[in-house]
């Protein structure tokens, strides 16, 4: 089982880029799934997450810029990144509870997103 990320790249201030992460392999089931990002000497932080049945919850920092959304027949999330800022510069990466009887913490490989001018 593993979760690709996509989606990545450098934008300028205010631009929008749309992130995507799909699981695959033998799932037999996903619970919650979302986003993290961190930044250089700082710890891993929350950006947005999902549940199964729809509950969001967002950091306060993105609040109002990004959505996430979720395809649960593809097993794919997405993050749709808005009025960047440059503080949102920063390795993103997807998250996923999966598993059968147990969920289990399964993470992308990361991917980078840079908003400078």
């Known amino acids: 089982v593993q979760l690709q990320a996509s989606g990545g790249g450098l934008v300028q201030p205010g631009g929008s880029l749309r992130l995507s992460c799909a699981a695959s392999?033998?799932?037999?089931?996903?619970?919650?799934m979302g986003w993290y990002r961190q930044t250089p000497g700082k710890q891993r932080e929350l950006v947005a997450a999902?549940?199964?049945?729809?509950?969001?919850d967002y950091a306060e920092a993105v609040k109002g810029r990004f959505t996430i959304s979720r395809d649960n027949a593809n097993n794919t999330v997405y993050l749709q990144m808005n009025s960047l800022k440059p503080e949102d510069t920063a390795v993103y990466y997807c998250?996923?509870?999966?598993?059968?009887?147990?969920?289990?913490?399964?993470w992308g490989q990361g991917t980078l997103v840079t908003v400078s001018s």
């Open positions: 392999g033998s799932i037999f089931s996903i619970g919650a």
């Open positions: 998250h996923a509870l999966m598993g059968s009887n147990y969920y289990f913490n399964y």
């Open positions: 999902i549940t199964s049945g729809g509950r969001i």
